[in-house]
């Protein structure tokens, strides 16, 4: 039996990883024109990776590191396609209808996050939303304590079509359908919102840190923290007095209680789930629109902003 166990073990450390992309580098991709543009994934450590692009047939090549994290630069051409990648490691992937064009990001809380399905003209737009020419990516929404790599479930990216932009931020289709119309070139629309959120929970965490007039939202969180306990159960004893009897007012939800229940609002969560395995991604710029639960400390916001 142990020298079965030991044959075993031989055999499963000889077995080789294929080469994975991360869910942003995959079919109906658009990579950001006229660029040096990153391409990264993970393979067996040590391996030589190399990527054919079928644009200028030219062959790209680098090797994994001790972890098996590898990245290398394309160079892309004025915006067309559609084309193809080839990844050969350990195996081979292709990468099918990758357009070359302008890429962009858009990020906040509700109003960003509002939805085409919501908009009151969609009996109208989403009919006239089937564009070949717009890519579509959406985040999954997720919270981590650590930067990722990993996008949430069902990320990828979708050819834009009636029913593929029902679910997409009604705001950032608007502006990606007016670029393209404008520009008359491929354009590529990443999103990541999430509503009732702060800046901060967009904002690195590594970057708060270092930077005591962002660690305030620190100090908040950790105060918030410490207080929920006792809030909690000073809200319960009030909660009770009040059903017991009926001329005391319910009692206000704490603001501890509040932010407890609500841990996506904590700085750098999203930043580390929904922003940090797209970061390399080449982009042509980013769009905002969050502010309202910032409101409290409203004179923290500008600098927020210039992080």
């Known amino acids: 039996m142990l020298g079965l166990i030991i044959t075993l073990f031989a055999f499963a450390g000889n077995i080789q990883a294929d080469i994975k992309l991360p869910a942003i580098i995959g079919d109906h991709m658009v990579l950001k024109q006229k660029s040096s543009v990153p391409l990264w994934g993970t393979e067996n450590p040590n391996t030589t990776i190399t990527i054919q692009t079928s644009w200028d047939k030219k062959t790209y090549s680098g090797k994994s590191d001790a972890s098996g994290n590898w990245m290398i630069y394309v160079n892309t051409p004025k915006a067309g396609g559609a084309y193809s990648i080839t990844f050969k490691g350990n195996n081979e992937q292709k990468v099918k209808d990758v357009l070359i064009g302008e890429v962009w990001i858009s990020a906040g809380q509700s109003n960003m996050?509002?939805?085409?399905?919501?908009?009151?003209?969609?009996?109208?737009?989403?009919?006239?939303?089937?564009?070949?020419?717009?890519?579509?990516?959406?985040?999954?929404r997720q919270i981590n304590q650590e930067e990722t790599r990993t996008f949430?479930?069902?990320?990828?990216?979708?050819?834009?079509?009636?029913?593929?932009?029902?679910?997409?931020?009604?705001?950032?289709?608007?502006?990606?359908?007016?670029?393209?119309?404008?520009?008359k070139v491929p354009v590529g629309i990443i999103n990541a919102s999430w509503g009732g959120i702060p800046i901060e929970s967009f904002i690195s965490t590594n970057v708060i840190l270092a930077?005591?007039?962002?660690?305030?939202?620190?100090?908040?969180?950790n105060k918030w923290e410490a207080d929920y306990l006792q809030d909690s159960l000073q809200y319960m004893a009030a909660e009770e007095a009040a059903k017991k009897d009926k001329s005391i007012s319910k009692p206000k939800l704490p603001e501890s209680m509040y932010m407890m229940r609500r841990p996506h609002r904590q700085y750098g969560v999203l930043y580390n789930g929904m922003v940090a395995p797209c970061a390399p991604y080449a982009m042509s710029g980013m769009l905002w629109y969050q502010g309202t639960s910032n409101t409290g400390w409203a004179d923290e916001y500008e600098h927020q902003l210039n992080v």
């Open 152 to 183: 949430g479930k069902g990320t990828e990216w979708q050819v834009c079509s009636s029913e593929s932009v029902r679910e997409f931020s009604a705001m950032t289709y608007y502006f990606a359908k007016e670029l393209q119309e404008k520009m």
């Open 113 to 140: 996050a509002f939805r085409m399905r919501q908009d009151k003209q969609k009996e109208t737009m989403l009919p006239q939303a089937n564009n070949d020419q717009i890519r579509l990516f959406r985040s999954g």
């Open 211 to 221: 930077d005591p007039e962002l660690r305030k939202c620190v100090d908040r969180w």
